[in-house]
């Protein structure tokens, strides 16, 4: 399944570090999501963005910042994280269309290590 | 927050044994959805249910949303090692964006051979 990309499949950073992930969907959707999925947690929606908006930030710390320049692309820039942000981190698609609860599409997901 | 509970959180079956996983709300919803991971995997869609009391059938896997759309089951008949991993069920926030998802804690599937 090459329809969601995410690039890298791994990163250790430490703490200091300032680093991005990227995620480019080929499937022509215009809603694109990050997850974070940490060991024996729900997978958790940190960001919504829908035809380029960010419509939905489920309380994330700052330190996560999303952009989303077009539909096909959404990066999740990192700065200053912390141990415990060390988890997959996935990017999904949907068509985007309003008021359906769409199938999504994910990536392979970052799994990352902060040190 | 809202919440959807799934059980049991792992359950280890011989092959050729019965599965079933449970998701419950505490909310009547709109419909549900149902995702497979795989170990090491990404969340792969598997069907979903729009439906009071609908039943789906895909191949071994049976999906059930109740009469009161606020649970679902999924059930596998004779799994197989193919069947391995985590099924989340996901079901559409209450509030905020109509495409916002809040998936279930999942429940891990380990089928011994």
């Known amino acids: 399944e090459t329809g969601v990309t995410q690039t890298p499949r791994h990163l250790v950073m430490g703490m200091t570090n300032k680093k991005s992930l990227k995620c480019e969907q080929h499937l022509g959707h215009n809603a694109m999501y990050w997850y974070k999925q940490s060991a024996k947690k729900p997978l958790e929606l940190m960001f919504v963005?829908?035809?380029?908006?960010?419509?939905e930030n489920n309380s994330v710390p700052s330190r996560f910042s999303p952009e989303c320049p077009n539909s096909s692309h959404l990066f999740l820039h990192l700065h200053t994280l912390q141990p415990e942000d060390s988890a997959l981190y996935l990017c999904a698609s949907s068509q985007g269309l309003a008021g359906r609860q769409e199938t999504q599409y994910f990536g392979p997901g970052t799994r990352l290590l902060v040190l | 927050g809202q919440q959807v509970m799934q059980i049991p959180q792992y359950q280890h079956v011989q092959e050729g044994e019965d599965f079933t996983t449970y998701c419950n709300s505490s909310t009547t919803l709109s419909n549900i959805q149902w995702y497979k991971q795989r170990p090491g995997g990404h969340p792969v869609f598997l069907i979903q249910l729009v439906k009071s009391g609908e039943v789906k059938k895909q191949k071994r896997l049976t999906f059930q949303f109740g009469e009161a759309k606020k649970n679902s089951s999924l059930h596998i008949t004779a799994t197989q090692t193919t069947d391995v991993g985590t099924y989340f069920c996901a079901v559409r926030s209450r509030g905020g964006a109509t495409n916002k998802l809040i998936f279930g804690t999942g429940t891990l599937l380990a089928v011994q051979p």
């Open positions: 963005y829908n035809f380029k908006e960010q419509t």
